[in-house]
């Protein structure tokens, strides 16, 4: 038995609050508005549309208040947590009981234990409010546990169609990322074409806050996390201000969109923030970044300021054209002969196989690696010979580089400080904190809005709140929107298929643009925005703050 | 200009609560007691005593209401924070600010910049309640900067007496860790033998928890620092049950004492803690410390857990008597021969060189290493030859050892679970926390007192507040204690000096004896303590709680 905190006690108690269309969910209807015309071509349209000809084209549904009290039958959902945990997972699942049980209370709700898989394998327990009330409001997704499987061969999708079948499952939620939506409106696509009785529905979670697009304004998880990492780098922040003897080098969770990045960026104001996007779009060569950094060292140095904050995306080195290429090339390399450089063992001779086999190009890269990384590269590799790009420590990369830049200034007299880093990695430390406000609130309206969009018989849909933005949430809006919707075509692993756009960031969106008027002056200056503990008791304009990407794409002055 | 968040301005109107004989400094009367017998033998007590001819023998003294009303004189007070930052430094400053001027508004409060070099370079501010007022409650010591200068040399204190004399100071507060209080002993000495008028406070700061003796109950911002630490590992420990695939090695800052891995255990209660005081008085190698943390993980396995929490304190390397060995010997050879070792560029080279000169057991030791560690331990070295202990991660040497111990044992058919694990080092991001309830508290109280003993006029004391188990501040209560009994005999580079004894964790201790009691069934089960984050409005239950450490010591349960 897990001990409860003080602060867990009191936190139960928190009643979350949502859209007035929710507040009574056997008078809430879903009516039925057009979807937005989508961005992507027309190609694409008819591709998606052939892939989904079940589901495709369906409307988008707003729910709204109908006085008309309905008796509502029992129904069976089942619930999935899918990828690695958001804040607010939980008050999915609290949502979803107290407004399935309050409609009959003679409804069933099944947790699947360990993600996807827990279907497979028919793993899961059946939720009551016991179980769930020790549950509310807290982060984590220990309730069920998570899991990456992902149901897509025919075998599989058969295979989880009898198990929920045999339940009596009525809707099977996905509360996951852009990929676990995908596979739910595959889902969807699939039952809808077997005649299955079983309906599926998705939730937006992820904090790297790259599933956002022209319905989902934010993912729920997204505002949390980046608060409790805001509030430590505020904190390393002002260690740095008040020893004033290291630069940190603080890499931020986030494999593909730098939106994590850009978001704790206006919570913190450090003196360098690198976008994977912006590099990339600009084509910025290594040497470029490193350039540019090593400028703002430098001139902070002659300020008498040999300390700093400065954040990476965790995602970057794959941003970066010329690593991108090199780490292709290394694959490719390494890949093919796999058997053959697993017998090389030192490094010399790893190292000498690889510059004989890349282009002229990656091996000049290459070779103006530091050594660690070249180790990294050549020795630390996944069991299909793949370099394991997470592991790259690119934090230390960019010390490795700008120190030997920094080196050949100093023998030119052009550089005069001192350069000592600390180097940090932030990402576990936040993916399960509790819920703020925001998320408790969002997450609970997801799990609401879930029910009335199984009430309404609907399928291959996602739970969606917009005007999040609005402190008082009987402005929020509920929303069911067609995930085909949502969806363009990529080229995965060689092969065009259908999946939810993850949303990197741009050049002109707003948020972007915010960083870009203020780098200048926070990269000479010391304007930290100090640690801001995320608080869930007391005064509203303490708890209740909403998200700087939320607040300047509705054209709000952030504080 | 920094910028202030909705909490910043929130927690500036929290009004710090203190003792009762502290309520109007006018009417505080400084009453001698007699000091505790010092545990020291009469040898070094005789020392001490030599050393210290002018302030050694003072008694200690309670602070208690006197009702007759005084009037005081104006005094100048100077201020120095020294040292790693700790959650509170601005409240006592504060605290000696509203203190002081509540006595004589014609009083004067400097603060050197920087740490102790401050006042060599004479550079100081003057502060008031405008400057004072954005930093009430506030973490870090960016009010006046930080420093690790000490004022030892004859020249040195000879400086500083002139730049305190010529600005009026009568009293130079030295906020700071044991090596800083140390100092202030050896300045008030300095001064009063010069007939200097100049006094000397010291005040106990430390996150790390081992300024801690007979008077000082526990030093100010190790259970804000302790607290965020336990928060980001309880939602580490909640990620963990979540995904179910990883070990989290999480190295904790603190050189010496394990003081503050113990108590984040006792908040957190992880699988594994390692505590290096216990490792060295049971004098276990590392191979042992290797066996016992395989034994939990192939346990663990067994019951299908293949995930777990793992607490390492920073100083774990140097408590373990052969490595120790290794790197007191790898200083000597490499130090000796530093000039022609540097000429040595490979790491073969280097490697071979260091096992010829060798003692067979150091020789043993390094050649059992794993090579990436054995690679730092040669290559990275400071300007004088010697190993940067501070730089050698720990977890990952712990890691790489695990690793092949259990490949071993997965060869026997022994270990059949899977292995991934994720590292982490806290430090950083706690030292600047906002101060919780207590330590905002206890660090006004503390700086109250100060203006007290300075009232009181003498000079080699520390500030101590004592009954800090309390949540009613009625019940703490203000002494003054003379640094010099807090003193012992210590060999420092070769040189007797006198010192105060820094705390280390004892096995016989109420707080580790906690964490034995249940050590075994936290490694066994799942049973972490989760995400408690610091909260700073609302209830007392969750905002007034008290160090683990301190309500054990007191014989009260922890939660």
């Known amino acids: 038995m897990i001990t409860s905190t003080a602060f867990e006690k009191f936190r139960r108690s928190y009643q979350p609050r949502y859209p007035k269309s929710l507040r009574s969910l056997s008078n809430t209807e879903a009516q039925e508005i057009a979807v937005m015309e989508s961005s992507i071509d027309a190609e694409q349209k008819e ?60 409804s069933k709700v099944y947790g699947f234990l360990g993600g996807a898989s827990g279907i497979l394998d028919d793993k899961c327990i059946e939720l009551n409010l016991d179980i769930i009330e020790r549950y509310r409001n807290t982060g984590g997704f220990d309730l069920l546990g998570s899991g990456r499987t992902k149901i897509e061969t025919p075998e599989q999708c058969e295979r989880c169609q009898k198990v929920l079948e045999d339940k009596g499952v009525d809707v099977l939620v996905i509360i996951g990322g852009d990929d676990s939506n995908t596979n739910a ?68 969770m986030g494999r593909s969109a730098s939106r994590l ?18 590099i990339q779009s600009m084509k910025k060569t290594l040497a470029e970044v490193i350039d540019e950094m090593v400028k703002v060292i430098v001139d902070r140095a002659d300020k008498g300021f040999d300390f700093g904050l400065v954040l990476i995306p965790e995602g ?92 050949e200034l100093r023998a030119k007299g052009r550089y005069k400080g001192k350069f000592s880093c600390q180097t940090h990695f932030l990402g576990y430390e936040g993916r399960c904190a509790a819920p703020t406000n925001f998320d408790a609130d969002y997450t609970y ?89 995320i608080q869930y008791l007391g005064d509203g304009s303490v708890c209740d703050s909403v998200s700087p990407t939320l607040l300047l794409e509705n054209d709000l002055m952030i504080e």
Not at 76 to 99: K, M, Q, R
Not at 188 to 214: M, Q, W
Not at 263 to 277: F, G, K, M, Q, W
């Open 445 to 533: 309206s997801l799990g609401l809005n879930v029910v009335a969009l199984s009430l309404a018989g609907v399928t291959g849909y996602m739970s969606v709140i917009k005007n999040l933005v609005k402190t008082n949430r009987d402005e929020w809006e509920a929303y069911g929107i067609p995930l085909s919707a949502m969806m363009n075509m990529e080229v995965r692993n060689g092969k065009q298929v259908p999946v939810i756009k993850k949303s990197l960031v741009s050049l002109e969106e707003k948020p972007f643009q915010e960083l870009l008027r203020h780098r200048q002056n926070w990269a000479q200056n010391n304007l930290y925005r100090f640690a801001e503990p």
């Open 316 to 407: 970057l080195i794959e941003f970066i054209p010329e690593m991108k290429l090199l780490i292709q090339e290394l694959n490719k390399v390494l890949g093919e002969n796999k058997e053959f450089f697993d017998t090389l063992s030192s490094f010399t001779e790893r190292s000498e196989y690889a510059n004989r086999h890349l282009s002229k190009d990656a091996s000049y890269v290459f070779s103006n690696l530091p050594v660690d990384i070249q180790r990294q590269l050549l020795m630390d590799r996944d069991p299909h010979g793949n370099v394991q790009v997470s592991k790259i420590e690119t934090e230390k990369l960019l010390i490795d580089l700008i120190e030997a830049k920094l080196k």
């Open 185 to 252: 409106a595959l889902l969807a696509e699939y039952f809808k074409e077997k005649n299955s009785k079983v309906r599926v529905l998705g939730v937006p979670k992820t904090i790297d806050g790259d599933l956002k697009n022209d319905y989902v304004e934010i993912s729920f998880g997204f505002y949390t996390a980046t608060r409790l990492y805001a509030e430590l780098i505020g904190n390393i922040g002002r260690d740095a201000l008040s020893t004033r003897k290291y630069y940190h080098f603080i890499r931020l």
């Open 47 to 106: 591709m998606i549309k052939k892939l989904f000809p079940a589901t495709y084209g369906q409307p988008a549904l707003k729910m709204v208040v109908n006085e008309g009290k309905k008796e509502e039958k029992a129904m069976t959902i089942a619930v999935v947590l899918s990828g690695g945990p958001a804040p607010g997972g939980h008050n999915v699942i609290c949502g979803i009981c107290d407004g399935l049980f309050s409609v009959n209370a003679s």
């Open 261 to 278: 990045t850009l978001e704790v960026a206006l919570l913190t104001r450090p003196n360098i923030t690198l976008i994977s996007e912006e």
